[in-house]
């Protein structure tokens, strides 16, 4: 088993797309053996579901995430636990404990939405109408 976790700073960053790499964990036994740090190279919202896929990658912890990207999760057969934060690698410890807290029904509907400072980071927030969480 392979798992994926967004990744900056040792923290689950908050914002599938724009994330500038994945924590991958390697799974045996219900034990991590090994985690690497994989570059996205840039790729966007579309590209990184197929990425995770390529990677062999059965499951995706995140923060928040848009609705295309859930899709292309799902039709790469990649399992999605959104709305998380924090420490990347209590994440992982905490679902394969089955204590890990996460929103089924994440959400990610800033898509249309402009800061106009540049650098929306998706955090734990509202802005008006949309939030991440």
Sequence with gaps: M??????ENGQ????????????????EDNKVVSADVVDTNGSGHGA???????LGVDTLICGGIGGGAQT???????????????????AVEEYLAGTLIF?????????????GQGGHTCGSHGCGSHSCH
Excluded: W
Aim: net charge positive.
């Design 12 to 27: 689950i960053f908050q914002h599938f797309g724009h994330t500038k790499a994945f924590k991958i964990y390697t799974v």
């Design 2 to 7: 392979k798992i994926a976790v967004t990744y």
């Design 72 to 90: 292309a999760l799902k039709d790469a057969g990649i399992a999605l636990y959104g709305g998380v934060s924090g420490d990347a690698d209590t």
């Design 103 to 115: 929103n089924p029904n994440v959400k990610c509907s800033h898509h249309d939405h402009e800061h």
């Design 48 to 54: 990184l579901a197929g990425m995770l896929r390529i």
